[in-house]
């Protein structure tokens, strides 16, 4: 299998194309010159300008994102936040309405404790009362 090897002028192609964000036009056009010697002090000034431009743009960008960024960062921990102050009062709320249904359970069951106590009591009295008839 032979490679193909790619000439001096795709390779320029590609560079500013590809690296420096000129477009396709742009690029056939400076390589050209440039391969047939007809760079002019004017198009070298050119093309320094559009590479400034486009670093200030990306720059400009860089700076947006990264203010975006920032944004959604502090929006999210609110979120979190605002979630978590949720699920703790959820949690306080349902800890309050444990303890509450326990204090009535253990009110029920002093109340049943109470209820056996005497029907036991009042069950000894008619028994004993029973023996007593009986063995009178």
């Known amino acids: 299998m032979q490679e193909q090897v790619a000439s001096k002028e795709d390779i320029l192609l590609n560079e500013f194309t590809s690296n420096e964000g000129f477009n396709k036009a742009f690029a056939s056009k ?4 440039y391969i047939s010697e007809e760079i002019t002090k004017k198009d070298v000034e050119h093309i320094e300008l ?3 431009n486009t670093k200030l743009e990306l720059e400009r960008k860089i700076d947006n994102v990264s203010a ?3 944004i959604v960062k502090t929006e999210l921990e609110r979120k979190i936040d605002n979630g978590l102050s949720e ?3 959820k949690i306080d709320n349902g800890l309050s309405e444990i303890k509450a249904i326990k204090i009535e359970i253990d009110g029920k069951l002093s109340k049943i404790n109470w209820m056996i106590t005497t029907l036991i009591t009042i069950n000894v009295a008619i028994l004993a009362t029973l023996i007593a008839v009986l063995f009178k």
């Open 68 to 70: 975006e960024v920032k």
């Open 87 to 89: 699920l703790n009062s």
């Open 30 to 33: 400076i390589v050209n010159k």
């Open 50 to 52: 559009k590479i400034e």
